[in-house]
């Protein structure tokens, strides 16, 4: 998969460069090289317009896609259940396939109408660790992007304790833009992450006031994991979703959801039904 780096006024082709060394921006996260690549790069001129340019989910292939549940005090309250937050966050596992790139259609399946989303902050992983400190965690971040974490409803509540299959139907989920180079924890500590359809604010909540911070999030799931470069995590939702409108509001064709975060970008897709082959 190709790669570059954004400009103001296009995107200067990085694989036609650097292509033999770094075949995708996996192996550079894993060369530790993404910021320097950035900076040696950002004199050039830009190979391509935006238009012409087709993006994927930034990091092809990872290792793990984890994804945290129920990250922000007014999502912990939508439950109704009384109890307070957790003291663990609640974590699930996404496939690649179900992730699409930045411009694309999220795409409603065959079996349900109840497409949803989640907006949040994605981190990846530039340094391989087990049992990370909390100290230390932040260390081990390469990049930052963002997640539209898209759901389908009624198929998280196939079974008693289990969410996989609503959150892995085929591009109902999208990744991107791009990739923001970590540089240090002011980065983090208070993000205004906001979510649109057609343009009205359904989710805005800030980084600030997450349950469990990003430090707390690596390390434990390095516990019980090895995260590696490459590795994605999904960080939570605000409250707002489609399906805490009395009735539901869910995704359908000719729809634009957006997921904008302060310093990262905006993650734009459009809604498509599946075509049936």
Known sequence: MNYGLVKDDGIVDLSARYGERWPSLREVIEAGALGTLAEEASALLADYAFADVTYEIPIPAPEKIIC??????????????????PANPSLFIRFPRSFTGHGRPLIRPLESPQLDYEGEIVIVIGKSGRRIAEADALGHIAALSLCNEGTIRDWVRHAKFNVTQGKNFDSTGAIGPWLVPYTDESQLADIKLE???????????????MIFSF???????????????????????????????????????GDVVEVEAEGIGTLRNTIADEVCP
């Open 195 to 209: 979510t649109r359809v057609n343009g009205e604010v359904r989710q805005s909540d800030r980084t600030s006031r």
């Open 215 to 253: 430090r707390k999030i690596i390390n434990y799931i390095s516990t019980f994991t090895t995260l590696v470069p490459g590795d994605i995590i999904v960080t939570g939702t605000p409250t707002g979703a489609g399906a805490r409108f009395d009735p539901p509001i869910w995704l359908k064709p």
């Open 68 to 85: 945290v549940g129920v990250n922000f005090p007014d999502r912990n309250e939508e439950y109704k259940d009384g109890q307070a937050a």
